[in-house]
């Protein structure tokens, strides 16, 4: 309604405006309030703009998550079928599952028309899925939910898929750095990507990975720092416009954005 009316709007985590009011001191919640500490929040942080709407990506996100969650749902029933059920309830989570992946297949098919025919969207995929390990899926999901990469700092565009470490220590004592925040979704599937193109796929990065698990990193930890690698990498790539170079993005090396690229 507001960008029909050609009122500019910002998205923003509703944690972020809740967690501003109690800093203020403001422990109640009534629509009065909440008006008032939103208007209060907008004010204070007026200089974080968010992207101009895009009603192709919007459209392109929300087929994403559509699949996403079908997704969600077909792990789900497939796991319950690795246990022993009768024979009735085997034959309809079968047929659940046959029709989970023709609906699957459809929003894929759907994604895949909806990028190659928007010029911006098929440049993006061709550079992403120039990454041996990422594909489709991966292409899909970074350009609907991340559309500032290569136009944002390394650091922004880790913090952004939620993959910076923050400190957690306290005059003497350093605690151990921990990943918060970010898209959680986008990032859930920017993690199995990662995965794969870490262990199996990417020569770069598992080589990067391998490194890290010879110096006694958990896998866990080693594969958190391939995922922000790999995204800042990206970053890079699609600030320059060029497809996947193996030579320059070596284990040794740093991915930096050219001057042009980087914001404050």
């Known amino acids: 309604m507001l960008r029909q009316d050609g009122i500019e709007g910002l998205v923003v985590d509703p944690k972020r405006v809740r967690n501003f009011a109690k800093s203020a001191g403001q422990l109640a919640k009534n629509d009065p309030i909440d008006a008032e500490m939103i208007a209060w929040f907008a004010e204070t942080f007026i200089e974080a703009r968010g992207q101009a709407y895009d009603a192709a990506r919007e459209k392109l996100a929300q087929i994403v998550s559509a699949r996403q969650a079908l997704i969600d749902v077909q792990t789900s029933l497939r796991n319950r079928t690795e ?9 309809m989570q079968n047929r659940l599952l046959k029709r989970l992946a023709a609906e699957i297949a459809k929003l894929e098919a759907a994604i895949a028309a909806l990028i190659k025919t928007t010029p911006r969207f098929a440049e993006l995929a061709e550079i992403i899925e120039s990454v041996p390990g990422l594909a489709g899926g991966t292409s899909a999901g970074l350009i609907g939910a991340m559309p500032e990469l ?3 700092g390394n650091k922004v565009a880790a913090a952004l898929l939620g993959a ?10 350093r605690g151990v750095r921990h ?24 020569p770069v990065l598992k080589a ?7 110096k006694g990193k958990e896998p866990k930890v080693a594969l958190t720092a391939c995922m922000r690698k790999l995204i800042v990498i990206l970053n890079v790539m699609i600030a320059r416009g060029e497809k996947w170079d193996a030579g320059r993005y070596e284990v040794s090396n740093s991915a930096r954005l050219p001057p042009s690229a980087c914001t404050p």
Do not use: C, E, W
């Open 83 to 91: 246990h022993s059920t009768p024979d009735v309830v085997q034959k």
């Open 179 to 202: 990943i918060q925040g970010g898209r959680r979704k986008v990032r859930n599937v920017f993690y199995m990507a990662s995965m794969g193109a870490a262990t199996r796929h990417n």
């Open 164 to 173: 910076a470490p923050y400190d957690d220590d306290s005059g003497k004592r």
């Open 150 to 152: 290569g136009q944002i």
């Open 208 to 214: 990067f990975y391998d490194r890290l698990i010879a």
